[in-house]
């Protein structure tokens, strides 16, 4: 199978930076970090990407989006061992080129009367310095201006936003 056409073939369901060869994925066996497969090497080679920041209790990982060197990801945990049906994901930026994780940070919610510090982040997407995402508890995108969170967060996943 030409190199073409499997990177063709697993872009539809996995990260793939199509300008290097390179392939992201993210085995559910792993819990800190993700894969890199070189499609350029023979034999093709694999990497083990380790993620910081998570939170805790995680029990997964997703990688939504390859831009570049950026590698947009949901960190899915859960807030409550208690209750394990109650979850939770964060969306993270992790950037290739400095081995770096951004996550965003949970902000508080009030669910069925308790107040809790949640991301609520699903299904992301980014666009330039913008992120988009459903909230995980309800029909609603929200779109974020990184530029912006960056300034009152200090979670500044771009160059030059500091």
């Not at 807030?79 to 081995?99: E, K």
């Amino acid at each position: 199978i030409s190199f073409s056409i499997l990177t063709f073939l697993l872009s539809s369901f996995l990260g793939v930076s199509p300008n290097n060869g390179w392939v992201y994925y993210d085995p559910v066996t792993m819990l800190d970090g993700f894969m890199k497969l070189d499609l350029t090497t023979t034999p093709m080679t694999y990497e083990k990407i380790p993620l910081s920041g998570l939170q805790p209790n995680t029990f997964s990982i997703a990688i939504h989006e390859v831009e570049g060197a950026t590698i947009l990801y949901n960190n899915i945990y859960t807030p409550d061992l208690n209750n394990t049906d109650n979850r939770d994901g964060c969306a993270c930026y992790y950037r290739a080129d400095n081995n770096k994780s951004y996550c965003m940070l949970p902000v508080e919610f009030e669910t069925q009367g308790e107040k809790q510090m949640l991301c609520r982040q699903s299904y992301a997407e980014f666009d330039g310095h913008y992120l988009a995402w459903q909230d995980w508890q309800s029909p609603f995108m929200v779109v974020r201006d990184m530029e912006c969170y960056c300034e009152k967060e200090g979670v500044c996943p771009f160059e030059g936003l500091k």
